[in-house]
């Protein structure tokens, strides 16, 4: 008999929920610093609250996603994904390695917009938005999202920087123009029919340096243990969830941890999540030695943000190498 993959329920406190607000107006923010350097040496998983994103935003993002999810494929082929990682990727399109099955989900995908942020083609991972011509609110309401997630994300950034006792502005100072994308993700309902090796998205740590997701209320979010058990983590009302993604650890030299996770929708229905990458600009160099000092032995050689998530991109999305 075919069946879901399987996750065990969280533990109280294995996933910490933490109250940003002092980074976004001024209070304590050297123990949420604190909090946050703690939980990203565990899990690199993390509830935050206090985000500063308008419920009202949140609901306008979700309102247009789902009507270009639900829309015909027809006209969704009109924003198919471009070279530069833009517009709808379809279903089956993502694997997150070489022996897996293709990922269930199907994404919309964009950035910063060139034509108003100064960006330019400088790498393979920024070019022009496509928006829907067949839902006109889409664009204001993707961009509004992203501009909140962006200072989100800006100031957990600042505060990993005191966690590590630096000057706040370190994981900030190439960030004129970011790498950072956004992604409405979809997952259609699984049936158990589709077995234990079939995902929503497949294991895997995220690529860039930080990712903000604001889940629905369905669940289906499997993170890995250090143990190597899979627990839930589900949605808590009101707060997103944060992880430490590849390139945060590499800079940190291991010390927060980039954590697999994977997407199950055993709901019976259908799941959406708004999925914000944080990336600073693509000649950053990722270099432990500059968090950690000079005489400190790498594990990991340098390397530019840039160069790093093309090598990643390259190996996930089979349409850049066709």
Request: charged content about 20%.
């Amino acid at each position: 008999m075919m069946a879901y993959a399987q996750a065990k329920h969280i533990v109280d406190g294995l996933i910490p929920i933490i109250d940003i607000t002092p980074l976004r107006v001024g209070g304590d923010t050297k123990a949420v610093a604190n909090a946050l350097h703690d939980a990203s040496q565990g899990l690199g998983f993390i509830y935050i609250k206090g985000h500063g994103i308008p419920q009202a935003v949140i609901n306008n993002a979700r309102d247009c996603a789902y009507q270009f999810f639900r829309s015909p494929e027809d006209k969704k082929n009109s924003v198919s994904v471009s070279n530069q990682h833009r517009g709808w990727l379809r279903q089956g399109r993502a694997k997150m390695h070489d022996d897996a099955k293709p990922d269930l989900k199907e994404s919309f995908i964009w950035g910063g917009e060139r034509n108003t942020e100064n960006l330019t083609d400088d790498h393979t991972l920024r070019g022009q938005n496509q928006w829907p011509s067949f839902i006109p609110t889409m664009q204001s309401s993707a961009m509004s999202y992203f501009a909140h997630a962006h200072d989100v994300a800006f100031n957990l950034m600042r505060g990993f920087a005191l966690g590590l006792d630096l000057d706040e502005s370190f994981f900030l100072k190439s960030c004129t123009t970011p790498l950072s994308r956004m992604a409405y993700v979809y997952y259609p309902k699984q049936l158990e029919e589709h077995g234990e090796q079939q995902f929503g998205v497949g294991p895997h740590t995220d690529f860039g340096v930080l990712t903000v997701l604001c889940q629905d209320s369905v669940g289906g979010l499997q993170i890995e243990t250090l143990n190597g058990q899979w627990v839930h983590a589900p949605p808590i009302e009101g707060t997103l969830i944060i992880n430490v993604a590849d390139l945060l650890s590499r800079w940190t030299d291991g010390v927060y941890k980039s954590t697999p996770h994977r997407v199950v929708n055993s709901s019976g229905g259908e799941r959406l999540s708004l999925v914000f990458a944080f990336d600073p600009n693509p000649e950053t160099v990722i270099d432990s030695q500059d968090v950690f000092g000079q005489s400190h032995i790498s594990k990991e050689p340098p390397i530019t943000c840039g160069d790093y998530l093309n090598w990643r991109f390259n190996k996930a999305f089979s349409y850049r190498n066709e």
